[in-house]
Nanobody, 114 residues
Framework: QVQLVESGGGVVQAGGSLRLSCAVS????????MSWYRQAPGLQREFVAI???????DYGQAVKGRFTISRDNRERTVYLDMNDLKAEDTAVYYC????????WGQGTQVTVTS
């Protein structure tokens, strides 16, 4: 059974930093593309970042230069380091794994106060 478990969300002041983690179990991890998405209330889910099995990385325009995605294949975990957080970064953050099908985590809330 494939499971993705996010952690690390919380409340932070604008300009602060957070690190999100997504731990994966139940499947091969190292070759899979892993991504982060976010969804704010009333808005569609938005792409944040992706890291492919080979290491290629891409970011959504809203977070380029502030967020960094990384992965630890031994720990089967993908990370999202978020710096210079803004109020508009407030959302539930989800990790996703691309396999034969897509797998999503349950989400972790990030709230940025101004």
């Amino acid at each position: 059974q494939v499971q993705l478990v996010e952690s690390g969300g919380g409340v932070v002041q604008a300009g602060g930093s957070l690190r999100l983690s997504c731990a994966v179990s139940g499947t091969i991890f190292a070759t899979k593309s892993m991504s982060w998405y976010r969804q704010a209330p009333g808005l569609q889910r938005e792409f944040v970042a992706i890291i492919h099995g080979g290491g290629t990385i891409d970011y959504g325009q809203a977070v380029k230069g502030r967020f960094t995605i990384s992965r630890d294949n031994r720990e089967r975990t993908v990370y999202l380091d978020m710096n210079d957080l803004k109020a508009e970064d407030t959302a539930v953050y989800y990790c996703k794994m691309d396999a034969v099908t897509e797998y999503w985590g349950q989400g972790t809330q990030v709230t940025v106060t101004s």
